[in-house]
């Protein structure tokens, strides 16, 4: 069998074909959709084996049903909970270094969704990381997660600064999945409309 191609444009199997496919393909098709956890593989591979789907929408909303359905009941479970925020963690600090940050390699799909918070004025990018570094020490084992979509850091750190000052942290698990899940269906969208494209 010939080596995968890293150069290769990304694409999503036919939605309907996911319960047949090797795990490596299962892994390999989450990992597009979100940040790569073996936390989140062990969740979502039962589902997508025992699941049909119509659409990746579908699944989307799925994962994010059962990982809500996580953040209600972990409250008084710390290994479960450790467990979420390492799916929630999992993220990319927003605006960090393009290529690496700390110990971690950020996906195409993290550089593309963040080249706007990038670069400009230093004084913003400052804050932005002193806000990163706030955030996570107001909720240890997270990442601030959030569905980016063309706006810029000012939006973006006044959202910060706002869930940062309400300090609750079943409301940052509950708006993390959801940004979570945001990013998976614009990610989906974006590989269907690139692959049709290329038909």
């Given at each position: 069998?010939?080596?995968?191609?890293?150069?290769?444009?990304?694409?999503?199997?036919?939605?309907?074909?996911?319960?047949?496919?090797?795990?490596?393909?299962?892994?390999?098709?989450?990992?597009?959709?979100?940040?790569?956890?073996?936390?989140?593989?062990?969740?979502?591979?039962?589902?997508?084996?025992?699941?049909?789907?119509?659409?990746?929408?579908?699944?989307?909303?799925?994962?994010?049903?059962?990982?809500?359905?996580?953040?209600?009941?972990?409250?008084?479970?710390?290994?479960?909970?450790?467990?979420?925020?390492?799916?929630?963690?999992?993220?990319?600090?927003?605006?960090?270094?393009?290529?690496?940050?700390?110990?971690?390699?950020?996906?195409?799909?993290?550089?593309?969704?963040?080249?706007?918070?990038?670069?400009?004025?230093?004084?913003?990018?400052?804050?932005?990381?002193?806000?990163?570094?706030?955030?996570?020490?107001?909720?240890?084992?997270?990442?601030?997660?959030?569905?980016?979509?063309?706006?810029?850091?000012?939006?973006?750190m006044e959202d910060m600064e706002r869930r940062i000052k309400r300090g609750d942290?079943?409301?940052?698990?509950?708006?993390?999945?959801?940004?979570?899940?945001?990013?998976?269906?614009?990610?989906?969208?974006k590989l269907l409309k690139s692959a049709e494209e290329a038909v």
């Open positions: 069998m010939s080596p995968l191609n890293p150069t290769a444009t990304p694409f999503l199997p036919a939605i309907s074909s996911l319960p047949t496919l090797p795990d490596t393909t299962l892994t390999s098709t989450l990992d597009l959709l979100f940040e790569p956890t073996s936390e989140l593989h062990s969740l979502a591979l039962p589902t997508i084996r025992t699941c049909s789907f119509a659409s990746y929408d579908e699944l989307i909303d799925t994962l994010r049903g059962q990982l809500l359905t996580i953040a209600s009941q972990v409250q008084n479970d710390s290994e479960a909970k450790k467990k979420l925020h390492h799916v929630l963690g999992s993220h990319p600090r927003l605006g960090a270094p393009k290529v690496k940050q700390e110990d971690e390699e950020l996906s195409e799909q993290s550089k593309n969704e963040q080249k706007q918070l990038r670069g400009g004025d230093e004084n913003e990018a400052r804050r932005l990381a002193e806000l990163n570094e706030e955030y996570e020490k107001t909720f240890p084992g997270l990442r601030y997660v959030v569905f980016v979509n063309g706006r810029g850091r000012g939006v973006i942290i079943r409301e940052e698990e509950k708006e993390g999945i959801q940004a979570m899940c945001d990013i998976a269906k614009d990610r989906a969208r």
